[in-house]
């Protein structure tokens, strides 16, 4: 499974993905830490699995999830972000986000996706 993590904190990048290889059938990842390294990894490649942070030193994870949900195959979309504002959910859905997790009060739902391959069954 290919995975693209986009986070701008690099000790969050490598926390999430000491746990997603420990939970998943992970064989490549790469790592983002602004919009515009995203936008070349999706430009590059489409993932099948996308996890993205909302506040980017460059702008906003909100245009990554826009500009993954119109790739072909869509990746699964996760955004995984501190605000966790039901106004910022709602927008990350609409945007084209498959899954929006509160960095801090749902982290756990992440491990849980990925020990399913990212599928809720």
Do not use: W
């Not at 904190?9 to 490598?14: K, Q």
């Not at 999430?16 to 290889?21: A, T």
């Not at 982290?107 to 990925?114: E, P, Q, T, Y």
């Amino acid at each position: 499974m290919n995975i693209l993590i986009v986070d701008d904190a690099e000790n969050v990048r490598h926390n999430i993905l000491r746990l997603l290889v420990q939970e998943s059938a992970i064989n490549t990842f790469r790592q983002a830490a602004s919009c515009a390294e995203a936008m070349e990894c999706l430009a590059s490649e489409v993932p099948a699995v996308l996890i993205v942070d909302l506040k980017l030193p460059d702008g906003s994870g909100f245009d990554i999830v826009e500009k993954a949900s119109l790739l072909s195959p869509k990746p699964t979309i996760i955004v995984l972000s501190n605000f966790g504002l039901s106004k910022f959910r709602e927008r990350a859905l609409s945007l084209g986000a498959s899954y929006f997790f509160d960095k801090t009060e749902e982290f756990d739902m992440l491990i849980g996706l990925a020990r399913n391959n990212f599928t809720f069954v």
